[in-house]
């Protein structure tokens, strides 16, 4: 589990994230980041959650970013040097090629999934591995996703509910 703990957070000059009472993301729980464009959405993301998982050993950190397009050709010539025949033509592709080194771990670590503007979420639900999932989209919600509310107060600051 990770928690976050309330309070402000100077995010660039003139920008500020505030909590307003600590933000718990749990292993087995999804959670959606809802906020309109510009709201800091990403800026939490890169900002505040990832240096908190940067450097842990106790889990695993899979992070898609918003310009997923970049990442396929990243992943394209990894899987070319690495797993000849294994296309990755699609987002989901992608999510096949990570799950698929995840599966074949020996060990029973959690994994946090975190996709910044995700197009296709595509978990498999044979996966043996404990997963908390943390996305932002705007093209769909999860049923079962809680939702951590980005609300701009002003353009200065954003205020995150969860």
Known sequence: MITLPAGKRDIWPGFSLSLEKPLRFEVGKSYYLKGANGSGKSSFIHQILLP???????????????QMHLQLYALRAQAAIFKPGF???????????????????????????IADEAYNLDIPKDMQRPICLIYSSHRYQLEEAQIVEFVQNSPQETVIYG
């Open 52 to 66: 908190e998982l940067e450097g842990r050993t106790d889990l695993y950190v899979l992070c898609l970013q918003q």
């Open 87 to 113: 296309a990755i033509r699609s987002e989901e592709d992608v999510w096949r090629y990570l799950w698929q080194d995840l599966a074949a771990r020996q060990d029973d670590l959690p994994v946090y999934v």
